[in-house]
């Protein structure tokens, strides 16, 4: 049977129609001539995530992002996926938004609940979340240093305002001032310094004979320091100790009037007949002086001795 030109011409627009059909779906990521499982994902904010965006799973690209739209009035977003993977996706399965870098646009990522058995159908919803990417973590740790450097930069400018409010053309002359005096007594300091040093040197033997000499000096110490050591001052101290231990109790016997010393501080006869002999002795010394005769007789012719006579004091007491 021969096809005629109308056959030909009907089966080339068919033709036509679906490969029209067929690109327009592909351009929009779905393509009908695969075989897809279509699950849906709810999100607060969807920006910087297109349409056919990779959907990977573990790394390896599963599908992609066919289609997003509002999902009511709340402004809610749902987003469309296409899958093509025999890895089973459970229900509970959460859809992360995440920036894989710095350049390109942002995909999904899909982390299982390998603990949930219940398998994810065509136009089942999966929990959305999203992750913060490089750029948006180093915007947020930015902020609070803006605010900081912020701060740093008003305190710079108040600090640079006093100083220049300062800093007038007297306090420019004071500073100027200060620092010629400063070097002046640097100067000063310096010639001082060479001073001393020359007269270190000039003395430099005298010096080593005053090291000398304390070296002797401390050397001494030391001898004596051991001598003392060797010496037992300890048991010195405590003989010493005794010893005037002793001479208080000696001295108290003596005066309560114990012992002959303490008798005799204490008694006031025995002072009285020391005193009256003493005063007695006393005459009796005077006496002889005055008559010497009286006591020593030589005389050849038989000379009477004089009578004593008492002295005109003669009180003892």
Do not use: C
Not at 74 to 91: M, N, W
């Amino acid at each position: 049977m021969k096809i005629t030109r109308e056959i030909k011409t009907a089966i080339l627009v068919i033709a036509s129609i679906m490969l029209f059909i067929w690109g327009y779906s592909f351009l929009k990521g779905k393509d009908l001539l695969a075989d897809y499982t279509t699950l849906y994902v709810e999100y607060d904010n969807v920006e910087g995530l297109g349409k056919s965006a990779p959907v990977t799973l573990n790394g390896l690209a599963i599908g992609k992002v066919s289609g997003i739209k509002f999902s009511d009035n709340s402004g809610k977003l749902i987003v469309e996926l296409q899958i093509k993977s025999d890895f089973p996706i459970s229900k509970s399965s959460v859809a992360t938004i995440y920036d894989p870098g710095l350049i390109g646009g942002k995909q999904i990522m899909i982390v299982p609940n390998l603990q949930d058995k219940e398998i994810a159908t065509s136009g089942s919803k999966l929990l959305g979340n999203t992750k913060l990417g490089l750029t948006d973590l180093v915007g947020e740790k930015l902020a609070p240093l803006q605010v900081k450097l912020d701060k740093i930069l008003s305190n710079a400018d108040q600090m640079i305002s006093g100083i220049n409010n300062v800093l007038d053309k007297k306090g420019q002359e004071d500073i100027k001032k200060s620092l010629a005096e400063l070097s002046a007594t640097l100067s000063e300091f310096h010639k001082a310094s060479e001073s001393v040093n020359g007269m270190i040197a000039d003395n430099k033997t005298h010096i080593n004979g005053v090291v000398s000499d304390f070296h002797k000096v401390s050397t001494n110490f030391s001898k004596i320091s051991d001598s003392l050591t060797k010496a037992d001052l300890g048991k010195t101290a405590k003989s010493l100790q005794s010893t005037l231990a002793k001479v208080d109790e000696m001295l108290a016997d003596m005066n309560a009037g114990k012992g002959t010393v303490g008798k005799m501080m204490k008694d006031e006869a025995l002072y009285s007949n020391l005193t009256k002999t003493s005063k007695e002795l006393e005459l009796l010394l005077e006496d002889l002086r005055l008559n010497p005769t009286r006591y020593v007789n030589v005389s050849l012719f038989g000379k009477k001795n004089k009578p004593y006579v008492a002295p005109a004091n003669t009180s003892t007491k």
